[in-house]
Nanobody
Framework: QVQLLESGGGLVQAGGSLRLSCAAS???????LGWFRQTPGKGRAFVAA????????SYTDSVKGRFTISRDNAKTTVYLQMNNLKPEETAVYYC??????????????????WGQGTQVTVSS
């Protein structure tokens, strides 16, 4: 079983930056790691994902060029660097793990374990 703990959320002005971290414990070797976000009344939306080796990444179109996902397997941690944040990106951000995927980019249904989330608020 995998446990995930996100950190790094907070309040930032539009155009600002935040770096989210997600520490994973348990069986994580070979796992895909991803970030999702959710706003009230809406479902979780994919943001980014990274393969075990880090050689493959995927981003939702709206964050390409502004967000960067990375991982440190020695620390079993995944990061999401978010630059030039926009008010509409205010959400709870979740990290998640997928033990394996059949295709790339992964499907949301591939992700089996989820963290509790961290709030990101972008003020205008």
């Amino acid at each position: 079983q995998v446990q995930l703990l996100e950190s790094g959320g907070g309040l930032v002005q539009a155009g600002g930056s935040l770096r989210l971290s997600c520490a994973a414990s348990g069986r994580t070797s070979g796992y895909i790691l991803g970030w999702f976000r959710q706003t009230p009344g809406k479902g979780r939306a994919f943001v980014a994902a990274i393969s075990w080796s880090g050689s493959m990444t995927s981003y939702t179109d709206s964050v390409k060029g502004r967000f960067t996902i990375s991982r440190d397997n020695a620390k079993t941690t995944v990061y999401l660097q978010m630059n030039n944040l926009k008010p509409e990106e205010t959400a709870v951000y979740y990290c998640a793990t997928a033990p394996y995927v059949s295709s790339w980019p992964p499907l949301q249904t591939d992700f089996a374990s989820w963290g509790q989330g961290t709030q990101v608020t972008v003020s205008s």
